[in-house]
């Protein structure tokens, strides 16, 4: 019995000691490792890159806090009714309160952006010069993002001791992210660490063709076969690459984001680019909308997005 105890009892002090050695994230580690997603998200949602990394070293502590460690949760968003993903319970303004729980720190980072996108009391912040980060900073404030009553301060000051709003003006769009191995739906994995920037909608990532490229030089630079590009973007072996063009490096999801559940079609777009423009695969749009593979929509049509068109 003693010798059970014993053995219990070094495990608990080695444990002790193993988290207690562990090393923090300093500022300058955290804006290496996640200001490319606060660039990227700052694309496609609006929000700007130096408030995203701000908010999210002033919350998680520069990834060092619990939710961040456990949870990467990296913005201290809780539960709240809309949320179906997984939960984690964490003591905040009161006891054992629910927060949201990512797969990684990119979850948590697009969530903040979408939270913010979708929320009707942050509408307004849409409206300010994106580059106005002061502006964002009382914004946030004055729509009780936080409790804290010197909560845009602490927001204005993180991103002036780090310059962080040179990342607004895109001083820093041609950073390089950590490198690091993606896996996609298919179980490929994907080196991400190339020059040109890998942008992410509907949680899949894409990047924009430039001059020259082919889909062979382009596989060759992303580590993938052509007829995986041919077949997450419903293109085939005639098809040709133009420059501008956003091309899916992951295959497309089933649906959109929660934040888009509709699309109601403008002149010139046909289901091809609206699978596009949401990152949904083409057989599935076509199926939620009870349409026949070929067949277009008309302007001023109701694309369903995430839901079946009812009947």
Not at 47 to 61: F, G
């Amino acid at each position: 019995m003693k010798r059970n105890f014993a053995v219990l009892l070094g495990i608990l002090i080695g444990f002790h000691l193993s988290t207690y050695g562990q090393k923090r994230i300093s500022r300058e580690e955290y804006i290496s490792m996640y200001s490319h997603i606060a660039i990227n998200n700052m694309k496609q949602y609006g929000v700007p890159a130096s408030i995203t990394l701000a908010q999210a070293m002033l919350e998680s502590d520069n990834g060092n806090s619990t939710l961040a460690v456990s949870a990467n949760n990296h913005f201290g968003i809780k539960c709240h009714k809309d949320w179906t993903g997984a939960t984690i319970y964490h003591d905040d303004d009161r006891k054992s309160e629910c927060f949201r729980k990512y797969k990684n720190p990119e979850q948590s980072f697009t969530d903040h952006s979408l939270f913010l996108r979708g929320g009707k009391r942050y509408a307004f912040l849409f409206d300010l010069n994106p580059t106005d980060y002061k502006a964002w900073a009382h914004g946030l404030k004055k729509a009780g993002y936080a409790t804290n009553p010197n909560y845009a301060e602490r927001l204005i000051k993180i991103i002036e001791e780090n310059e962080l709003y040179r990342y607004d003006q895109g001083i820093a769009v041609s950073i390089k992210p950590p490198k690091a191995a993606v896996t996609d739906w298919d179980n490929y994995e994907i080196d991400l660490y190339k020059t040109r920037p890998v942008y992410t909608r509907n949680r899949v990532k894409y990047i924009v063709a430039k001059d020259g490229d082919t889909f062979e030089s382009l596989a060759r630079e992303l580590d993938l076969m052509p007829w995986q590009l041919y077949r997450y973007n419903d293109l085939t072996r005639d098809s040709v690459i133009r420059p501008g063009q956003e091309l899916y490096i992951q295959p497309k999801r089933w649906k959109a984001d929660r934040s888009n559940p509709v699309h109601t079609v403008e002149q010139g777009e046909t289901m091809y680019k609206i699978s596009q423009m949401y990152g949904v695969k083409l057989k599935s749009l076509y199926r939620k909308n009870r349409m026949k593979p070929g067949n277009e929509p008309e302007v001023g049509q109701l694309i369903y997005l995430r839901k079946r068109k009812p009947l």
